[in-house]
T-cell receptor, first 111, second 112 residues
Framework: DAKTTQPTSMDCAEGRAANLPCNHS???????VYWYRQIHSQGPQYIIH???NNETNEMASLIITEDRKSSTLILPHATLRDTAVYYC????????????FGKGTKLSVIP | NAGVTQTPKFRVLKTGQSMTLLCAQD?????MYWYRQDPGMGLRLIHY???????AKGEVPDGYNVSRLKKQNFLLGLESAAPSQTSVYFC???????????FGPGTRLTVT
């Protein structure tokens, strides 16, 4: 799986959009970009994933650059409950669907 | 539908003791995983299983054994616990046709 690089921490004002960047410059053609988050000490929670097209669901939007070397997770209207560690993972899912978690980005939503 | 459950939630062991952590899922998922998470770190894969009766090593398998005798259960064993195994352990599962891993609430283990 390709290595991903994320900022260690970010702040966002409540009600504003939170834009979390991720670099994955060595991603291969069959690797998806997955985003998970971990609130406090709970188990990680799936947010969204994509291959090369932008994706949107009820939780977030995922914007992947045309060269697929980076992506941005967008939480359109951040709330205090979105304070969490966000993990960006590149994985082909082939065979065993293994995920490699880095340290992620600690997002703090500020009132 | 309980999703992924883990037993126990907390445990304190003395060095050298053994224990088994149980993970159960009711979603009929083929694949199951055990991760550990140390303070300030991401999750690291210990062992995983792609089906009943099969297991494989992940990134940090030393000191652990696993078994998948039933599709819905994945057991993680510590034969002789060491302080370095103090961690939070998460179990996860995914369907062979799915894209989302479902995680349990975690087991917080302290080895003194």
């Amino acid at each position: 799986d390709a290595k991903t690089t994320q900022p260690t921490s970010m702040d966002c004002a409540e009600g504003r959009a939170a834009n979390l960047p991720c670099n994955h410059s060595t991603i291969s053609g069959n690797e998806y970009v997955y985003w998970y988050r971990q609130i406090h000490s709970q188990g990680p929670q799936y947010i969204i994933h994509g291959l090369k097209n932008n994706e949107t669901n009820e939780m977030a939007s995922l914007i992947i650059t045309e060269d697929r070397k980076s992506s941005t997770l967008i939480l359109p209207h951040a709330t205090l409950r979105d304070t969490a560690v966000y993990y960006c993972i590149a994985s082909s899912g082939a065979g065993s669907y293994q995920l490699t978690f880095g340290k992620g980005t600690k997002l703090s939503v500020i009132p | 539908n309980a999703g992924v459950t883990q037993t126990p939630k907390f445990r304190v062991l003395k060095t050298g003791q053994s224990m088994t952590l149980l993970c159960a899922q009711d979603m009929n998922h083929e694949y199951m995983y055990w991760y550990r998470q140390d303070p300030g770190m991401g999750l690291r894969l210990i062992h995983y299983s792609v089906g009943e009766g099969t297991t494989a090593k992940g990134e940090v398998p030393d000191g652990y054994n696993v078994s998948r005798l039933k599709k819905q259960n994945f057991l993680l064993g510590l034969e002789s616990a060491a302080p370095s195994q103090t961690s939070v352990y998460f179990c996860a599962s995914i369907s062979s046709s799915g894209s989302e891993q479902y995680f349990g609430p975690g087991t917080r283990l302290t080895v003194t």
